[in-house]
């Protein structure tokens, strides 16, 4: 309940925020990681805050983009058995024991998640999106996914398994984005908003209230 109290009191007026995640073994200097500082520091002189996992890898080449942007770079760090040293390209830093809380901020404040390259725990943040949004626990939202031929093979996969077995609505593919430069990111979050506003709805607040 601390975590969830601290993180709600540091955060609400943190916004528009986007959600970006990538893995945290990604090196510096490597495409993947040039790609995450970029997307970030344009998102950041877009206007928007940044929101990460606040670790080493391409959490640390967004909080670092971001940093360097005139947005706010935060990183919601969490502490695991072998210690995430915290990026110290951050405004906001907050730390979590415990993965749910967290995943619960990254998705109460995001108007948009970004998902670049990553493992499991990007995996499991991208899925977790979908799911929300699919259900309408979460207000619409982009999801947008970078750098095409990393994922091309997950899409292929939803679209021949998930929902030509009927596991998901043929629809449900198209809550995914795929884009492969940064300013992409930047145009398509925009897209999304340009009739509709970042505020959310009344009805999407409620739902976020009770999130």
């Given amino acids: 309940m ?14 528009p925020a986007v959600s970006v995640f990538g893995s945290a073994r990604a090196k510096p200097g490597t495409r993947y990681y040039q790609l995450a500082e970029e997307t970030a520091r344009l998102l950041s002189d877009a206007g928007f805050a940044v929101f990460s996992g606040g670790g080493p890898g391409l959490m640390e080449a967004t909080n670092k983009g971001a940093f360097q942007g005139r947005g706010m770079a935060v990183g919601l760090n969490i502490d ?3 210690e995430q040293p915290s990026s110290r390209y951050q405004h906001i ?4 024991k ?9 998705a109460k404040f995001a108007t948009a998640y970004v998902v670049l390259p990553g493992g499991y725990g990007t995996l499991d943040e991208l899925f977790e ?3 929300l949004v699919q259900t309408g626990k979460t207000r619409q939202m982009p999801i947008i996914l970078v750098h095409e031929p990393y994922w091309r093979d ?6 021949e398994r998930l929902a030509g077995e009927g596991m998901i609505d043929p629809t449900d593919i198209d809550l995914v984005q795929l884009c492969n430069e940064p300013q992409q990111v930047v145009d398509a979050i925009f897209d999304f908003y340009e009739k509709r506003g970042f505020e959310p709805s009344p009805a999407e607040r409620e739902v976020l209230l009770n999130l």
């Fill in 80 to 82: 695991l058995p072998r």
């Fill in 98 to 106: 415990h993965f749910f809380a967290r995943k619960v901020m990254f």
């Fill in 93 to 96: 830093s907050l730390r979590f």
């Fill in 129 to 131: 999106a979908l799911t």
């Fill in 2 to 15: 601390a975590e969830f109290f601290e993180a709600t009191e540091r955060l609400a007026g943190v916004k």
């Fill in 154 to 159: 997950l899409i292929a996969w939803m679209r």
